[in-house]
């Protein structure tokens, strides 16, 4: 765990970016935290008997009621299986992944140092390019008329028009 010493040298002008800090600390971002704290939910819900409350919500079906008319809302199973895709875990083998606790244990904490690990790249690469200034190419982008400015979006390109008025 990190200490008020190990990062005392740190003054807040430095501006160091979270996945500086997360490292500096030695802990994960607050979505490996929490896909964790599902996963060993998940796990011991599943080993639990079938006669057990927990087990009967997480495995049943609403039989009536209707939907939003702006969208479903995503159920606990919902975001369980988008986090295992994420992961790289198949969630059509939620039962079998999940039977051996200890198996279990090591497989989900692995796939989520690796998910923890590709976020932190992907963030580091998108600081380097906006530190860097790097420049969509023009045939990618909306060209502005009057400065030749290139927009990533149709929308930005009209935002960034209004500044010509």
Not at 74 to 92: H, Q, S, W
Not at 95 to 111: G, P
Not at 134 to 147: A, E
Request: net charge positive; proline share 3%.
């Amino acid at each position: 765990m990190c200490c008020l010493r190990c990062i005392a040298h740190i003054r807040w002008k430095d501006k160091v970016p979270n996945t500086k800090m997360l490292q500096i600390c030695n802990l994960m971002g607050i979505e490996a935290m929490l896909m964790t704290a599902q996963y060993r939910w998940a796990g011991h819900v599943t080993r639990m008997e079938d006669t057990r409350l927990p087990k009967i919500t997480f495995y049943s079906e609403l039989e009536h009621g209707t939907r939003y008319h702006g969208g479903q809302l995503k159920r606990c199973k919902d975001m369980l299986k988008m986090n295992m895709r994420a992961c790289d875990l198949p969630p059509n083998e939620l039962e079998n992944l999940m039977a051996d606790r200890s198996s279990w244990r090591s497989s989900f904490k692995k796939q989520v140092s690796d998910f923890e690990r590709r976020r932190i790249l992907s963030l580091q690469d998108k600081r380097v390019q906006r530190k860097t200034g790097c420049q969509l190419s023009p045939d990618c982008g909306f060209t502005c008329d009057n400065c030749s400015c290139v927009c990533a979006s149709r929308i930005g390109l009209i935002s960034h028009q209004q500044t010509h008025l």
